[in-house]
């Protein structure tokens, strides 16, 4: 039948068409009126699934998906079905890491599909069986069902199944230790997205896979390679939770290479994208945002993010534990990073290397430092010792310089001026390679204190002020610093009101501005540099009601369609539950108890008092996305006229629930208000 000029094959092919070109957002919109006219059909369902986990929109994505497997069973279709519930757990799996309803969904496909022949579900399958199995670390499964992943998408022309079997297989094979055949393998994967085999969606994973093996390598270089071709490849289109992945891993390398301000919107943009409910992973780009924090010397700001990823079910070492120790509290570090090293969170995640040595490395890194600060030259030499074999063991640049400033810290602490010199001038030609200013920063700090050790003391200042220039210049702070002169006065700043212009003098240049809200909120925080001010404090006055809880909210924060979510992820896991005690399976009952915890919490988020509905848009919430706004948009606006003011500003201008001025302690700044 002819619809608008079109039959209904030409419009499931112009459809297409526009998913192929990854236009998620048109394909979805336009199915959406279409199925506001009729229901979709089986065609349409999957394309309306595959568009709105393109445009983010992933529980629309999985909800569709579910209605084509409700339809296909209904009308007998076992093969359709099966191959649904196969797409299913693949998306489940990528995108909440909750292990017990990804099992239910390939249990469903394996029973639709018992007796049958080989077909492209079955490297479906596979594929995903593969990465169940990886992120819940039983890795000698996780390469058996890899295999099974290639062969069957060889045989059943599913390229996805051997790119991502093969990224599989590789991850595995590096952290077995052989990490030039893994290398290899990576770049067998790599070809399927450059040669243009995959489909959008499935380009995506690939891409996104090959970034998370090297980060978790520490190959920061191909990482970077990746992350930037990946960027390209998006063209800045929202891709499902791939888009906030991307900017996790964009944070990671910013910092490294010491955009430190920059690296934090990045961090705090993933947060904002990837907090959509039930997914585990909400608690990386948290952590990444700690240690941003930590490194440009925002406690405060550092341990709230560390404690809401904590609280996410997410293990923030060694993030928090470091925090402890720049907060001078060395037995809290200790025991933190002890107890992180004895009891490894088990949290499923493709995003870090689950287990082994790979995830260890930076725990030790950290050990080493907080034992050292501690007097405990004994582990701090074995926690060099055993950072030293895993470099060894793969080779990685970043690895080996971490363990060199290990070694120097541990020599220093023996009275071994010679060794620490060596040791902590290895650490700097390493991080220097690896282009991590941050990290050279902290070498030089310990090779000026071996060369203090020794009795020389000019040379250990040089580096310490070399440390200090690095540092200013990304707009990092380190504990490890010691008293340095005041710099100098920073002279008559002026951040003045006449009329509806502001006067403005920094660094002895003047400029005039128009005024600003936003200009009104920093005139309060330059006012009282250091202090806190609740985002409410600050917009009271300025329409008055701005405070004042009036209802008008934006809705719940859980709505329908997520609440349906949830009831059924829950009664997913429910079964799976009762299947594992069946079995008397105890690996598995845990991990699926561990599922629906994560769930409760996140439900208990959602509601207030009495099981009401916590509501999105309160005036805290509207208060605070108002304020972030103006003052962005105000210091953007400076910039144009006194980019020297405007970085100033970005360096020291914290928002969010509560904002503050937070100049640097050795300028001597006098604002005239």
């Known amino acids: 039948m002819a619809v608008g000029g079109l039959d209904q094959a030409d419009r499931d092919a112009a459809a297409g068409t526009v998913l192929m070109r990854g236009e998620w957002a048109a394909a979805l919109d336009a199915l959406r009126r279409l199925g506001e006219q009729r229901p979709l059909t089986d065609v349409e369902l999957d394309m309306q699934a595959r568009a709105a986990y393109g445009a983010g929109e992933f529980e629309l994505a999985i909800g569709s998906w579910e209605r084509l497997y409700a339809v296909r069973q209904a009308s007998g279709d076992d093969p359709g079905a099966a191959a649904t519930a196969a797409t299913i757990a693949m998306y489940l799996m990528m995108d909440t890491g909750l292990m017990a309803p990804v099992r239910g969904w390939l249990a469903r496909a394996d029973s639709l599909s018992a007796g049958a022949p080989e077909s492209s579900t079955s490297a ?208 809290a570090a200790r025991t933190l990073i002890d107890d992180a090293l004895e009891r490894p969170c088990a949290v499923p995640s493709k995003e870090w290397p689950p287990y082994g040595e790979l995830r260890t490395a930076p725990l030790l890194a950290a050990q080493a430092e907080i034992a050292l600060a501690a007097g405990d030259i004994a582990t701090g030499r074995s926690a ?100 340095r002169e005041p710099l100098p006065d920073g002279g008559r700043c002026v ?17 005039l501005l128009q005024d600003l809200k936003g200009m009104h909120h920093l005139a309060r925080l330059l006012a009282a540099p250091d202090r806190e001010f609740h985002v409410l404090d600050l917009v009271v006055g300025e329409d008055g009601e701005a405070a004042r809880a009036d209802g008008n909210d934006a809705g719940p924060v859980l709505d329908g369609q997520a609440r349906a979510a949830y009831k059924r992820r829950l009664a997913e896991i429910d079964d799976d539950l009762d299947e594992a ?58 910039a144009r006229h006194h980019p020297e003011l405007a970085d100033h500003l970005t360096r020291t201008v914290r928002t969010g629930t509560y904002c503050c001025y937070a100049p640097d302690p050795r300028m001597e700044l006098r604002w005239e208000l």
């Open 124 to 331: 479906l399958v596979a594929m995903a069986r593969t990465y169940e199995r990886f992120m819940c670390g039983d890795m000698q499964r996780a390469r058996t069902w890899a295999q099974v992943a290639v062969d069957a998408g060889r045989r059943q022309a599913v390229p996805l199944a051997v790119a991502l079997g093969r990224v599989a297989t590789a991850r595995i094979v590096i952290l077995d230790g052989d990490v030039d055949r893994g290398l290899e393998l990576l770049d067998e994967a790599a070809v399927s997205v450059v040669s243009g085999e995959l489909d959008a969606l499935g380009a995506g994973m690939v891409y996104c896979e090959l970034i998370c093996a090297m980060q978790g390598l520490a190959q920061y270089d191909r990482a970077e390679q990746w992350t930037e071709a990946m960027d390209r490849w998006r063209s800045g289109a929202a891709y499902g939770g791939i888009n906030g992945r991307c900017r996790v891993h964009r944070a990671e390398i910013l910092r490294l290479r010491g955009s430190c301000a920059e690296a934090e919107r990045e961090a705090l943009e993933a947060c904002r994208e990837l907090r959509p409910w039930m997914r585990w992973e909400f608690g990386w780009p948290l952590t990444e945002l700690g240690i941003i924090r930590l490194r440009k010397g925002d406690l405060a700001g550092a341990e709230a993010a560390f404690l809401e990823a904590h609280g996410h079910g997410w293990d923030p070492q060694p993030g928090l534990a470091l925090l402890r120790l720049a907060q001078g509290d060395v037995v």
């Open 384 to 483: 060099a010792g055993r950072l030293s074999e895993i470099a060894t063991t793969y080779r990685s640049p970043a690895l080996a310089a971490a363990a060199s400033v290990a070694h120097g810290r541990v020599a220093v602490g023996e009275g071994d001026a010679a060794s620490a010199v060596r040791w902590a001038e290895d650490a700097l030609a390493g991080w220097s390679e690896v282009g991590a200013p941050y990290e050279c920063a902290s070498a030089r700090l310990v090779l000026a204190g071996a060369h203090r050790l020794a009795g020389r003391v000019d040379r250990a200042a040089l580096e310490e002020e070399t440390a200090w220039a690095t540092l200013d210049r990304i707009g990092a702070r380190t504990a490890g610093l010691p008293p």
């Open 495 to 511: 951040f003045r009101l006449d009329g509806d212009t502001r006067t403005v003098v920094f660094g002895g240049r003047a400029v």
């Open 581 to 638: 005690a069946a079995r008397g399976d105890a690996e598995r009952v845990a991990l699926a108890r561990a599922d629906r915890d994560y769930l409760v919490r996140e439900l208990a988020g959602a509601f207030g008092l009495g099981g009401r509905h916590r509501v999105m848009g309160s005036p805290s919430e509207r208060a605070r996305a108002s304020v972030t706004r103006s003052l962005r948009y105000s210091i953007v606006r400076i």
